[in-house]
């Protein structure tokens, strides 16, 4: 039996998932499961569902963005978050930021490149869509940003964007985080107990198998 697969579906300009994101160490240290970090970029992923933002659904509701906000403060003191900043900027185009992302997954730099985005989206928030401002940001984190950011302009990195893109609205994904373990999907922040849950029910016939095979 092949192990399960688990995977964030992220994109930079969710602070949501930013959020999500500082969960999933804990889980991984619990369960001994590595979580497949895959960028997909959320425009994409509304365009291609006919999703709007919260920003954009949530206009002119009555009382429901106000919990919204309350949910998410509760989730930040239960997980002891003390590091997100809300972005004075947002929403952030965040295409080329995507498109970085799998030139330096391909590159072999994507955990110090992955670090640098979220630092400068949701802790020490700047302007990312700015060319300038984003190359600074990353040079001061020692990213090789003209390499870098030349090479996410290469064809294969914009394919591969796309693909996972459109690979993530084909399983049912309609915005970010998402997670999937093995086949079965769950969205949002708020479902990270429920992506453990079924972290741990996979694992149990796969330590059964492991156990019978040494046996």
Do not use: C
């Amino acid at each position: 039996m092949e192990p399960t697969k688990v995977e964030f579906m992220f994109d930079f300009g969710s602070p949501n998932a930013y959020l999500a994101e500082k969960v999933i160490p804990k889980i991984e240290s619990r369960t001994g499961i590595k979580f497949a970090y895959v960028p997909v970029l959320l425009g994409g992923i509304y365009k291609l569902t006919n999703n709007r933002s919260p920003a954009e659904y949530l206009a002119g509701i009555k009382n429901k963005p106000e919990f919204m906000e309350l949910e998410t403060e509760r989730f930040i003191r239960r997980h002891d978050i003390t590091t997100f900043h809300k972005n004075p900027f947002f929403p952030v185009n965040t295409l080329q930021l995507m498109r970085g992302a799998v030139a330096a997954q391909f590159e072999g730099v994507f955990e110090p490149y992955f670090r640098a985005a979220y630092h400068y989206m949701w802790e020490e928030p700047k302007k990312m869509d700015d060319p300038q401002v984003a190359r600074e940001a990353f040079m001061s984190s020692n990213i090789d940003f003209d390499r870098l950011f030349a090479r996410a302009q290469q064809q294969d990195v914009k394919d591969g964007l796309l693909k996972l893109t459109q690979d993530a609205v084909e399983r049912g994904a309609f915005g970010s985080p998402t997670f999937f373990v093995g086949k079965e999907m769950f969205f949002g922040k708020d479902q990270l107990r429920d992506v453990e849950e079924a972290i741990v029910a996979a694992k149990a016939p796969e330590a059964r198998e492991q156990e019978q095979v040494q046996a």
